[in-house]
């Protein structure tokens, strides 16, 4: 693998992101996931700085007004961004640092970051994907709503990603990501 890479992992709500990630940071410890920070509430059983740096909507403006966020955006009502500071450090030291975001932040890194390897994760339809977000129990109606209408205007855009994976069995979707990412990486 190649060192001190930035590597942009996006795909709608629900799609398996998250469980992707951990899966792929517990066989490949060397690679760093960025900590994002947001205005949403936690979830039950979200840590502060180890799932998200959970701020208000006024520290979060001042983050963006100082230029501390690397990229930021609004996603189902609430803002999300990535601090600067630590991936410009983990990348100078030659690390290969992952950004789970979502499409437009995935598009202002596309600029900035040409050289970034971009993934999109596709659902096997939207109707199983519909069943992942509500299995998941941690959103209200109004946020599942909002994520679907979303995941819908993200999947559109798929294409403009380097590699597309489709989580539909697991274990399979992790073996393509490990593939993607350690030919490319
Ligand atoms: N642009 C941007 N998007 C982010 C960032 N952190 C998380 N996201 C995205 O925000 C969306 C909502 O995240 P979250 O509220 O944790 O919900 P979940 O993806 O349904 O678990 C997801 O698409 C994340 O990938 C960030 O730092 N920047
Ligand atoms: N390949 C898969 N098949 C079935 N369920 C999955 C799969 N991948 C993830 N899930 C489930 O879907 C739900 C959403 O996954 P999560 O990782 O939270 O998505 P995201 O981070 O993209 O929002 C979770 O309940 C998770 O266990």
Wanted: with cysteine; glycine share 8%.
């Amino acid at each position: 693998m190649q060192t001190g890479r930035l590597i942009v992992f996006t795909g709608p709500s629900g799609v398996g992101k998250g469980t992707l990630l951990r899966s792929l940071l517990k066989h490949h410890p060397e690679l760093e996931l960025s900590v994002s920070v947001t205005t949403r509430l936690p979830r039950p059983g979200e840590i502060d700085g180890q799932h998200y740096y959970f701020v208000s909507i006024e520290e979060f403006e001042e983050m963006v007004k100082h230029g501390e966020l690397l990229e930021w955006a609004q996603f189902a009502g609430n803002y999300y961004g990535t601090p600067r500071r630590p991936v410009e450090k983990l990348i100078s030291q030659g690390k290969c640092v992952i950004l789970e975001i979502e499409l437009e932040g995935a598009r202002q890194i596309r600029q900035t970051f040409p050289t970034a390897l971009r993934l999109f994760i596709l659902p096997p339809s939207l109707c199983e994907l519909e069943h992942r977000i509500r299995g998941r129990g941690q959103d209200s109606e109004d946020s599942i709503t909002r994520r679907l209408r979303r995941a819908k205007e993200e999947i559109e855009a798929a294409n403009e990603f380097d590699i597309q994976i489709v989580n539909d069995d697991l274990e399979t979707a992790l073996k393509n990501l490990e593939a993607a990412l350690f030919a490319r990486c």
